[in-house]
């Protein structure tokens, strides 16, 4: 079964710290997204990629937030200076757009960053 | 503000029994729909997805949709205590986003 590496599975950086966190999507997918998930709270949209390009972001993905797909299997997320509500379960997901639909993205297993 | 609603529990249902979760949404323009499972500390896992009007069968899982009604169910079967997770309704916009209600979690009891 194909699967979306993300890297590492848990980062703990201080605060103002840049962090990136990696993410290898399924080889044969198009779309690409990075999703948030504060303790306890709901899983948050942050930006989804498409023909090496951002083609929707949300509020949370500020400047401080920007996305990179540096070669052919990498897909990573950065921010610049981290704060202690950046705090949270970070998800990569990719997926292939069928005709009729979107199937669902594949997430990763998921970065834990926490920020002190 | 698109939205997608779920009771966020927790729903205990006895092992054996259906467990029935619910979900609404607010944007009409929605176009597919789908249920995740998230297990505590792990990443979501997709279990349906649903398109048309009406009900789609997967094994002990079925998931029903109701356009008019801007709602979104699921029906687990024969419930098992492996099936005690989150789940978590999420709906496509028209803008091809992806958006996540806070998800409804279920306790099977043995």
């Known amino acids: 079964e194909p699967e979306v590496t993300q890297t590492p599975s848990h980062q703990v950086t201080q605060m103002g710290q840049e962090v990136i966190l990696r993410c290898v999507p399924i080889?044969?997918?198009?779309?690409f997204y990075w999703y948030r998930q504060i303790l306890g709270q709901k899983v948050e949209f942050l930006v989804s990629f498409y023909n090496n390009e951002i083609s929707e972001k949300s509020e949370i993905f500020d400047d401080q937030f920007s996305v990179e797909r540096p070669d052919g299997s990498n897909f990573t997320l950065k921010i610049r200076s981290t704060k202690l509500e950046d705090s949270a379960m970070y998800f990569c997901?990719?997926?292939?757009?069928?005709?009729?639909?979107?199937?669902?993205?594949?997430f990763g297993s998921g970065t834990r960053l926490t920020v002190v | 503000q698109k939205e997608v609603e779920q009771n966020s529990g927790p729903l205990s249902v006895p092992e054996g029994a259906i467990a029935s979760l619910n979900c609404t949404y607010s944007?009409?323009?929605?176009?597919?729909f789908f249920w995740y499972r998230q297990y505590s500390g792990k990443s979501p896992e997709l279990i349906m997805f649903?398109?048309?009007?009406g009900d789609k069968e997967d094994g002990r899982f079925t998931a029903q949709l109701n356009k008019a009604s801007q709602y979104v169910s699921l029906l687990i079967r024969d419930s098992q205590p492996s099936d005690s997770a989150t789940y978590l309704c999420a709906v496509e916009n028209r803008d091809d986003k992806i958006i996540f209600g806070k998800g409804t979690r279920l306790h099977i009891l043995p």
């Open positions: 944007d009409r323009g929605s176009q597919s």
């Open positions: 080889s044969n997918h198009l779309y």
């Open positions: 997901a990719s997926s292939v757009i069928g005709s009729g639909g979107n199937y669902g993205y594949t």
């Open positions: 649903i398109y048309s009007n």
